[in-house]
């Protein structure tokens, strides 16, 4: 298929199941959340740190389940609030349960990427009543001190850009998405520089995601008390989960389902169709 076809293909699949923007003010902040509307449990999907709900648009466009879908923005993200301090895991998780409060979400099914696959293990652990299963895609468990500083030192680095197009270019971990991934994904990440020029800017609050980074080093192992459904899945070419890590995960919990994807780190976006064949298959069996 061609680059405009697929583009085009990709972007009717986009329509075909339109979400909802919605901002929801909490007790401590503002959220902003994608809502695809739906029937059953619905599932609470979680991005990656430095990223922002639209890792998520292609994965639902290509999903078969007819679940609600919610996405929200985390806290110094997208178009949440940005508050000055407060970017720990239980900053994280407190803005879960208020806004599965405010939405009247009573359970839902956890999918997490990334970071957002380590928030999922918390709550799934610390609050298993409002957990149906838990599914987490890459995540960032014990991750090197090494690759965690080479992160920063990028994020410090590649914040601002003198235009959209080579902001575009400079996405991390996108060698592997598709023409449409990246034209799509650009349009929601980036946000113009109030300067009178064409520069822009992440989207999200760069100390609030470097202090985010640093939670990554310390390992969560023995806060994971799963007792629901999980499937940990990870990118075949990712070296932020390796398998001995996914293999020692499974192994914590009783019946869990691992698998790999021809993907690297960012599953949502390198490979939405596969990511989303595998969780619908996952959630169907439930």
């Known amino acids: 298929m061609a680059a405009d076809e697929d583009h085009d293909a990709r972007q009717g699949t986009l329509a075909a199941r339109p979400a909802v923007s919605r ?164 349009r929601h990440a980036f946000r113009r520089v109030d300067d009178g020029s064409d520069a822009v800017q992440w989207r999200y609050h760069l100390p609030g995601v470097i202090a985010t980074e640093q939670l990554l080093e310390v390992p969560i192992w023995d806060r994971i008390d799963i007792r629901c459904p999980m499937l940990a899945i990870r990118g075949t070419h990712s070296a932020v989960f390796p398998r001995a890590n996914m293999e020692r995960l499974c192994a914590m919990v009783a019946g869990a389902q691992s698998a790999e994807i021809d993907a690297d780190h960012r599953v949502s976006q390198d490979n939405p169709q596969a990511l989303a064949r595998v969780i619908d298959r996952f959630i169907d069996a439930l």
């Open 23 to 186: 901002r929801l003010q909490l007790p401590q902040l503002a959220l902003h959340c994608l809502d695809w509307p739906g029937t059953g449990t619905a599932l609470l999907l979680l991005h990656p740190n430095r990223t922002n709900v639209r890792v998520w648009d292609f994965v639902v466009a290509h999903s078969a389940l007819r679940n609600r879908f919610l996405a929200p923005d985390a806290r110094g993200h997208g178009l949440s609030d940005y508050p000055a301090h407060g970017y720990g895991y239980a900053d994280y998780l407190g803005d879960l349960h208020a806004l599965l409060d405010a939405m009247e979400v009573p359970r839902v099914h956890l999918v997490g990427a990334a970071t957002g696959g380590n928030l999922a293990l918390l709550l799934a652990s610390e609050s298993p009543q409002r957990v149906a299963s838990v599914t987490v895609v890459d995540p960032g468990l014990s991750l090197d001190p090494s690759t965690s500083a080479v992160v920063q030192a990028q994020m410090r680095r590649a914040f601002r850009f003198p235009s959209l197009a080579q902001a575009r270019a400079d996405m991390p971990y996108s060698t592997r998405w598709s023409d449409a991934m990246r034209t799509h994904y650009s």
